[in-house]
C-alpha cells in the first residue's frame, strides 16, 4: 500500500462503522415504539433503501475523485461554496456534538459511573482530535482493526444469549399500519445514510480499489443492516417487545444477561465496547470533516491552534447541548437534503457548462 | 518536544481508570433489600454484607442498615450515609416486599428499581407476611437461605417458583398483573405460602398450596409435586391456542396413578374457570391469542370471557420392578 492511502477493506470498515452510528445516536427504541415487532421488517425496508442510495453516494464519488469541499471550492462561485461551508460546518458540528455527548452519557451511565461525564468527555476528544490529527491512513488502519473486533464481540455476545432466545416473542409480526412502517424505517434510513455521507470527504484517490474489491463497501453496509437486523431479533425474543420498548438501550439489557458456564459473567461493559466504536468512528469523520472545512480558511502550519480550537469548542458545547433524538433527526434529514441539493445542482451546472461550450451548428 | 510532554502529562492525569476508584475492601454488597410502607412513610431495609479478613480467612458478615423516608430515593440516600462504604447494588440477589408496599406503592418501587441502571433484573422478588419487616431482616438470614428454598421447593413441591424482577416486569407491562413467590415468618420459623396474585398492581388474593401447584403445573414449571394423592414425578406441559380454543397437554410420569387424570383435569377446569369468570387472566392466555392470532384478537371484546379450554393427559407410571415380572428370566 502506497503511503497516504488507504485500502478498500479500510475504506469499507469506516462505512461500516458510519452505517452502525445509527445504533447509539437513535437506538432501538426510537423504532421498537413506532412499530412493535414489525420494526424488524422496518430494519429490512430501510436498509434495502440504503442500499440503493448508497450506490448513488459510491457513484458520485467514484466519478469526483475528490473530495466534496474541493469540488465545492473547484466549481462553484464564492457565495455558494461559503454558503455550503457554512451549511456543512454547522450541520455536521452539531450531529457530531450531539453523538459525542450520547456516548458520553452512556459511558457514564454503563460503564464509568463513578467518573465525572467531564473527564470522559474530554478523554473522547482527546483520543478522536489524536486519530484525526494522523488522518485518513490511520482512521483507516484502526478502523479495519477495530472491525474484526466488533466481529469478535458480536458473536460472542449472539452465543451468550441463544440460551435465553424465545422465538414467541417474535409475534405478531404486520400489526402496525404503513404510517409506522414508513415512520421507523424512515428513522433508520436518514440516522444511517447521513453518517454515510461523511464519506465524501475522503477522496477517491486516496483509496486503493482494485477491480476485485469494488463491492466490498456494499457488502460491508449488507453486513452492518444484516448485524442490526440479527441484534434486534435478538433484543425483542430475548425481552419481548413490551420490555424493549421501557428501555432506551436495550441491547445493554440482554447484554446483562450473558454468563458462560456460571463462570464468566458481568461481561456487559466489555461488549459494550461494540457501542461504543459505532459511535466514535462517526465522531472521528465528523471532527475530521469539520477539521478540513475549517483549513480551508486557515494556513497549514497553523494545525495545532486548530485542533486545540475544536477540542475546546466540543468540550464546551458537548456539555451544553441537549440530547434530543428528534431534533438529532430532524438535523439529519436537513442535511441529507442538502447534499443531493449539491449533488443536483453540480450535475446541473456541468450540464450548463456543456450547453455553454457546445458550438452552435 | 516540549508541547508533546504536555500534552502526555494532561492525558494522564485524564486517565479516567485512575480516577474516583473504589477497593473492593470499601465495598458493601447489597444482598437483600426489604421495603415497607406505613404511615405514608418508605421503611426500607438493607442488609449488606462485608468481608473482613480474619487470619488470612474472609469472615462475612451482614449488616442490617434501616431508614425511614417519604420518597424511595430519600430513604436510599439516607441509607448511603448511614454507611461507611460504598454499596455494591449490582449483586442484590433479594428484594421483599410487605403487603402495605405492595398494595400502596408498588408501581413507584418498580419504578425505581427499572430506572436505576446499577441494578441487574436478575434478582428475585418475595412477598412477607406474618412478621414485621425489621424483624425478619434483622435475623440476618442469607439471602441464598431463602433463594434456596424457593428454588428446592419448585423442585420437591412445586408449590413455589422462583420469579425474578425482570420477569414480573414483564408480565406486569401485559396486563398490570402479577404474582409472587410468598413467605411468612412466624416464630421465628421461615416457611413458604405459595403465591399471592397481584391485580393492578395491589394484591388480590392468595392461592392455596394446591392451586399454587395447579399454577405451576400449568405453566411448565413443576418437577415434582403431590396432587390429588398422586405423586407427580415429571410433567412437561404444552399450551396451544386456536382462537379462543385454549388446548393444555400434560406428559406426565407418575408413581401410581390413582384417577389423576380425572380429578386434575375437574382441578384445573375449576381454577381457570374461576379466575375467568372474576376478569383476572391468571396465564396470560389473551397475549397468547394476540400473539398466535392477532386479527382474531383484535375482532373479540372480551376475549378472556370467551376462552375455552380442553386437556388432554399422557401419563406415564412409573414402573415397580418388585412387582413386575420383568426381572423374573424365564426360559
Known sequence: MKPNKITALQYSTITFFLLNSFLMNVGYHKITTSSYNDSILDILLGGITILVFSFFIFHFQKKQKQNILDIIQKHFPKIIKVFFFIILFFLIGFTSIYALSILTSFVHYYILKEVDSIIILMTLVATTIYIVSKGIPAIGKISEIFFYIYLLIFIISFIGLIQYIDLSNLKPLFITDFKSHLTSSEIYFFSSITPLLLLSIIPMHQVEFKEKNKKLPYLLILLSIILVFIQLILIISVLGIHLTNVYQTPDMIIYKKISFLNVLERIEVVLAFNNILNSLFFIIMGVYFIKTIISYFLPKKKEHILYTLIAILFIILGNLIPIDTSFYLRINIILFIVFFFFILLHYLSKYIRSLLNTPRS | ?331
Do not use: W
Request: proline share 0%; net charge negative; hydrophobic share 35%.
Open chain 2, 1 to 331: 518536544m516540549k508541547i508533546k510532554l504536555g500534552i502526555l502529562i494532561i492525558l494522564i492525569s485524564l486517565l479516567t481508570g485512575c480516577k474516583s476508584y473504589t477497593e473492593l475492601n470499601d465495598l458493601s454488597i447489597v444482598s437483600a433489600i426489604g421495603i415497607d410502607y406505613q404511615e405514608e412513610k418508605y421503611h426500607l431495609i438493607v442488609n449488606v454484607i462485608d468481608g473482613k479478613l480474619d487470619d488470612q480467612e474472609i469472615e462475612k458478615s451482614i449488616t442490617t442498615l434501616e431508614s425511614n423516608k417519604d420518597s424511595l430515593e430519600e430513604a436510599f440516600h439516607d441509607i448511603y450515609l448511614k454507611s461507611s462504604k460504598k454499596l455494591y447494588l449490582s449483586h442484590l440477589d433479594l428484594l421483599i416486599l410487605t403487603e402495605n408496599a405492595i398494595n400502596q406503592k408498588f408501581s413507584e418501587i418498580i419504578y425505581y428499581f427499572l430506572e436505576n441502571s446499577e441494578y441487574r433484573n436478575n434478582f428475585n422478588v418475595v412477598l412477607l407476611t406474618g412478621d414485621s419487616l425489621i424483624n425478619f431482616m434483622k435475623q440476618n438470614i442469607q439471602t441464598e437461605e431463602i433463594n434456596n428454598l424457593i428454588k428446592t421447593n419448585q423442585k420437591e413441591t412445586g408449590f413455589c417458583a422462583t420469579k425474578d424482577f425482570e420477569m414480573i416486569l414483564k408480565e406486569l407491562l401485559i396486563d398490570k398483573n402479577s404474582y409472587l413467590s410468598t413467605i411468612s415468618n412466624t416464630n421465628q420459623e421461615l416457611t413458604l405460602e405459595g403465591f399471592t396474585l397481584i391485580k393492578d398492581y395491589k394484591i388480590y388474593q392468595t392461592l392455596t398450596k394446591e392451586e399454587s401447584i395447579l399454577l405451576n403445573m400449568l405453566q411448565n414449571k413443576i418437577q415434582n409435586a403431590y396432587l390429588n394423592q398422586n405423586s407427580i414425578l415429571e410433567n412437561h406441559t404444552i399450551i396451544t391456542t386456536n382462537k379462543n380454543h385454549i388446548s393444555f397437554r400434560f406428559v406426565t410420569t407418575l408413581s401410581h396413578n390413582h384417577n389423576f387424570q380425572k380429578e386434575t383435569e375437574y382441578d384445573l377446569r375449576q381454577f381457570l374457570t374461576k379466575y375467568q369468570k372474576e376478569g383476572y387472566d391468571i396465564l396470560k392466555l389473551t397475549e397468547k391469542v394476540r400473539k398466535n392470532n392477532y386479527s382474531y384478537y383484535q375482532q373479540t371484546p372480551h376475549l378472556l370471557s370467551q376462552l375455552t379450554f380442553d386437556f388432554s393427559f399422557e401419563i406415564t407410571e412409573k414402573e415397580n420392578y418388585l412387582q413386575g415380572d420383568a426381572i423374573y428370566e424365564t426360559q
